[in-house]
Every structure is written in C-alpha cells, then in structure tokens.
C-alpha cells in the first residue's frame, strides 16, 4: 500500500463503499489477494475539459468517453470546468455543467471558469459555493478570444473567493508576452511569459491571502518564479502535466509536429529536468493532465495555419501509468511522490479531502491495484479517449492498471474495463 507517507503491507477493510479500517482486520465478507500489487489512492485528475467548445471545433471526449478513459487508467475522480461566459450567471453555468456531466462514469468535481466575468458580477460566487462549486479558473491569456482577465480584476475576485474558503486556478502566461499569431510554439509563447504571470499572480496571491493554484506550469523559469512566491509567503502552489514531464520542443519538427499543440508549448530537456528536480522537493500540488484531445483530422486541418490549430493533448488514461512508469519505477520520484501528486496534493487543493485521495478511514474506497512489472505499449488505438493521436505512440511502460475500485465498485477487475456510464456522481466542494 502507497500512501504520501509510508509503503508497506496492509489490509483494508471497506464497507458501504467507504474504506473503515487500515492495518490489522479479521476476516469477514468477501477477500480480495493484492499480493504482488501496489494499491494506491484512486487518482485524481484536477484538470480535464471534457465536451468543450474550442474555436468552432469540441475536444473529442464528452463526459461518458473521457470518464470511462479515466477509469481504465485509475483515475477515479475528475475536475472538469463550466463554460464561461458574460450573458450566463455562474449558479446557471453549473446547472447546465451538471446535466452535460450525468454520462460520467467516474465521480467529479466542477470549477467555474471566469470567461466574461466582471467584479460587478461578485454576488455570483456564494451561488456557485452553494451549489458545491468553490474553485474558479482565470486566464491571463487568450484576450483576442475574450478569455483573459486583467489583474485588477483578478484581484477582486481573489479577495471574494478568500472570503469563500475557495481556490483560485490560474492560467499563468503573459499576454503582452506572447505571439498569438505564431500559434501555440514556444517561439510565440516563451517561458518568459510563464515566469511573469507566476510572479504577478504570486504578488496577488499573498495580497489577497487567497489560495491560488497555478495551472499547467512548463519551464524552469516557471518553477523558479513558484518558488520564489511560495518563498515569500504566497499561499501559490502549482501543477504540472505529464507532457511537460516527459516531451520536449524537438516533436515540433516532426512531420506530425503541430498534433503536439498544446498550450502552454512543449519546451526544452533542461526544463523537464527542472520540473522532476521540483516534484522531487515537493514543490508542486498536482500532477494532472490538462486532458483536452483533438483527432488527427481536427488538428491536421489546421496543420498550416498555426493561429488557428487547436491546442490541447489527451492524457487522463495515461497520467498514472507514465508517471509511475517514468517517474516511480525509474527512481525520478517516490512511490509516497506519486500518492501525493495524484491523490492527497490534489484533493487537498480543491475540496475533496479527507473523502477523496487518501486511504484512511471515513474516505471513499478508491484504489488502484498496479502490477509494477507488466510491461505494455501505448498505442492510440488501444486506449479509450477518443482521439487516434496519442503523444506517448510506441512507448513501452512499466506497470499496468489491473484493478480500479471507486465507492467499492469494481471499474476495472483483473485488467477488464467494467465502468459504466452515469454512476459517477458530483462531489461538491467540502
Ligand atoms: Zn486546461
């Protein structure tokens, strides 16, 4: 059993659903044999866009596709978003966010996203709080598509969600920084833009005092702007995605280079040097995917005109096989790194502990059953989101998901995919 603190042997009693005990127990009802397993937290995937509008085109995953794709890779619980916008209240964004969200197969969170919202609009935070909702997302990016929000206002809305008990989710890249012409490359986003946005948002964070997660962080200058926030007493904490973990620039040349775009870009070696160095001290929350997958005909339509190619890379099935593969089983991080990152760090963030990310009593009976020594190979057409395009095409991985229990119900039993549909349920924040 892995947890963030400690590896080693254990039973688990769960009853209802929910885990009762840790340790020594009798025998009594059914027994399941995880000897030669590892059992880990469900993980937690605090960043999908499932079914969400970009541009003229949707990411290929709805809710019943992107959750059953999460089952399969043993993330039991997922944040998904609203869709934002200036004419819709937020309570009314979560509604209609909810009525999308009843195909999921796996248990999720919301977090409002703040596209359109001005501060006169402050009312609508103890709606959204009421409805279960207490996490909110600002972009610092995307102005010419009128999703970027200036610092004033993101300043009053950090002193609300403070007020709240809330988070807020930042994306952190400098407009007056960027390129949007040039497409999502780093030579149009740099991570010089990334280190500023960290740097204002940290200022922010620790003005505010409102606990601030920074989204998706890619370079070393990003992490050196984390630290230094966190260093002088921002309550900041940040994520990073496999992708910025395990790709660089260097598949930008390929001939199917643009079915990388992903924003912020893929950067250089040393900045995913920088990124494992900074999971090693624990410096980040979450690792989470970011999951928001396009087919080879979405991206490739646009495979010239780089304004307009979709940004976004698929990832909820294989977050906790690469980064128990690349990062566990290669002794880049911990066992403890892994229950932390993908179970307690996220969970913490945004409302769902001591329910979710754990394996204690009183939580959810959320685990995964890992075999660390079978070997398999990613391919697209094998894994269930529903794109043909996958960015670890070919790697072979270390350890396989061979049982996913979620409230005590099997979702994956003996490396079978048995997740149906609409059992997940919303978790609401707290
Ligand atoms: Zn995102």
Known sequence: MVTPRRVGAANVLIRDGRIVRVGKIGHRGETVSAQGLLVLPGAIDAHVHFDLPVAGS????DFATGTLAAAAGGVTTVVDF???SAEVR???????RLSQARDAAVDFALRAEMVGWTPDRVGELAGAAE???RSFKFYLAYASSGRRTDLGTLRRAMAAIRDLGGTAMVHAEAEELLDPAGGPFPTARPALSEEVAIAEVGILARETSCPTYVAHISSARGVVALRAAQRAGAPLVGETCPHYLLLDETVYARLDGHRFSVTPPLRTAADREALWQALRER???AVATDHCPFTNAQKD???DDPAHLPS???GVETLLPLLYSEGGAAGLITLRDLAWYLGEGPARAFGLWPGKGGIRPGA?????LLDPEAKWTVRARGLHTRTDFSPYEGMTLRGRVMGVLARGEWLVRDGELLAQPGRGRFIPWG
């Open 82 to 84: 609203t869709i934002g």
């Open 312 to 314: 976004g890379l698929p």
């Open 58 to 61: 949707r990411s290929a995953d």
């Open 364 to 368: 959810d009976a959320d685990l995964v």
């Open 90 to 96: 937020l309570p009314e964004q979560i509604e209609r």
């Open 131 to 133: 409805l279960g909702v």
């Open 283 to 285: 410096r980040f929350q």
């Open 301 to 303: 339509a646009h495979r």
